[in-house]
């Protein structure tokens, strides 16, 4: 999965302009998540428990989750530059540190969507919904070969260091990070079911039609120069 390939500057500026909208596209879907208070994806119920525990810790009021996601992000980035710093790219940066502040700010936009009235069935469907624009952003970061988010990073680094297949080492990194934001007292319920067994099946969907579009665009892009 690696990219050895030369490649111009504007064909890297390119993708990485494509993996920022897959990114905004996907924390969208995150926030819904978030504001939905179901359970988040297995990567936001770490940040969530790490956040909390952080907080009640320290008690600092200017602490927010995405702050806690660009810390946590940092932390990974620095390890994998002692494991093997060829796995860093343009895009993992900005993944790991443009994703807090998106979540941030479509929470100021969308929570007054959301009160403790709602009931389950409005949740649900906006659950539901979330998984759909989470998948679809994902993939399209995927597909930009920018670089990618800290779960399919992770996933990444071990599956090739071990040889062993990165669907399953995805999934024990997701219920390992679920496991350690639960006991720091992150949120774990339907949401982050409805997220294992949905967001998977929908990328799947549609990562074959994001790569048709990103192929597009960058065979436009090439044409016109």
């Not at 978030?34 to 320290?58: H, K, S």
């Not at 994703?99 to 009931?119: H, K, N």
């Not at 800290?150 to 297949?165: C, F, G, T, Y």
């Amino acid at each position: 999965m690696k990219q050895t390939e030369k490649r111009s500057a504007k064909e890297i500026i390119l993708r990485v302009a494509i993996l920022l909208v897959g990114l905004t596209i996907a924390h969208l879907g995150v926030t819904l998540f978030l504001l939905a208070d179901l359970g988040a994806d297995p990567f936001n119920v770490l940040v969530q428990g790490i956040f909390r525990t952080a907080a009640d810790m320290t008690g600092w009021e200017t602490l927010t989750h995405g702050y806690t996601h660009i810390a946590i992000c940092f932390l990974i980035i620095l390890i994998l530059l002692i494991v093997d710093k060829s796995y860093i790219k343009i895009g993992t940066i900005l993944c790991m540190v443009c994703g807090g502040p998106i979540i941030d700010f479509f929470t100021v936009i969308l929570q007054f969507l959301f009160s403790p009235e709602r009931t389950l069935w409005f949740k649900l469907p906006v659950l539901a919904l979330g998984c759909v624009i989470l998948a679809f952003g994902m993939t399209i970061v995927i597909k930009s070969d920018a670089g990618t988010g800290p779960n399919d990073l992770v996933a990444l680094v071990i599956s090739e260091k071990s040889h062993k297949k990165f669907s399953i080492v995805r999934i024990i990194v997701d219920v390992s990070f679920v496991g350690v934001g639960f006991l720091l007292g992150g949120v774990f319920g339907i949401g982050t079911i409805v997220c294992a067994c949905l967001v998977g099946p929908v990328a799947g969907f549609f990562l074959p039609r994001s790569e048709r579009i990103v192929e597009s665009i960058l065979h436009k892009a090439n044409g016109a120069s």
